[in-house]
């Protein structure tokens, strides 16, 4: 079975700083893909990033990058220049054939 | 735009009736589509695998008979909940898989049910 560790249920960082969430997976599948997801209060589910398993390179989206460490099952999120608008749930999520969440790291970017 | 339709986005309903929540999928066939349910500040946890023309696969602990889910076109699942009670309120999300390109799953933007 497939699990996904969040092992931080809350960060904060100051506006305009660099902050990295972490997320360790397990799973025996060779082909997936991982994700970072942003929740605002609106509940709505927002892609933030996306990593293909077979892909060596690290993915990077404007400020956001991920730490992609295949062999370590490691898959950490780096938002650099935080906003205000950053403030929101994060979830790291893998996905082979259904998808699976992990706990969440409440992040809350402070003027 | 939207890709996966949720509908309806909140519902208020009495104690001992039946909510029906629909997830279409708007512009791809979706074969297959997963409930959530999100209790406050957690995370999401599947409930169940919608599969188009077949009965849905449940997660452990889930009751089938108290969510139905019903999966009967390539566009267009619903989740029932059955005999609803307060402790069945949540916030329940749908998505549909999408084998087309890089995005594997699309999300609907969840229905928030309360029951009094």
């Known amino acids: 079975a497939q699990t996904v560790t969040q092992s931080q249920p809350e960060m904060s960082v100051q506006e305009a700083e660099t902050v990295t969430l972490s997320c360790t997976y397990d799973t025996s599948e060779n082909n997936y893909y991982l994700f970072w997801y942003k929740q605002p209060p609106s509940r709505q589910m927002i892609l933030v990033i996306r990593q293909e398993a077979y892909k060596q390179q690290n993915a990077t989206e404007n400020r956001f990058s991920v730490n992609f460490q295949k062999a370590a099952k490691s898959f950490s999120l780096k938002i650099s220049d935080s906003q205000l608008g950053d403030t929101a749930m994060y979830f790291c999520?893998?996905?082979?054939?259904?998808?699976?969440f992990g706990a969440g790291t409440r992040l809350t970017v402070k003027p | 735009g939207a890709v996966v339709s949720q509908h309806p986005s909140w519902v208020i309903c009495k104690s001992g009736t039946s909510v029906k929540i629909e997830c279409r999928s708007l512009d791809f066939q979706a074969t297959t589509m997963f409930w959530y349910r999100q209790f406050p500040k957690q995370s999401l946890m599947l409930m169940a695998t919608s599969n188009e023309g077949s009965k849905a696969t449940y997660e452990q602990g889930v009751e089938k008979d108290k969510f139905l889910i019903n999966h009967a076109s390539l566009t267009l699942s619903t989740l029932t909940v059955t005999s609803a009670h307060p402790e069945d309120s949540s916030f329940y999300i749908c998505s549909a898989r999408d084998y087309r390109g890089d995005q594997p799953q699309h999300f609907g933007d969840g229905t928030r049910l309360s029951i009094l």
């Open positions: 999520a893998f996905i082979s054939y259904d998808m699976r």
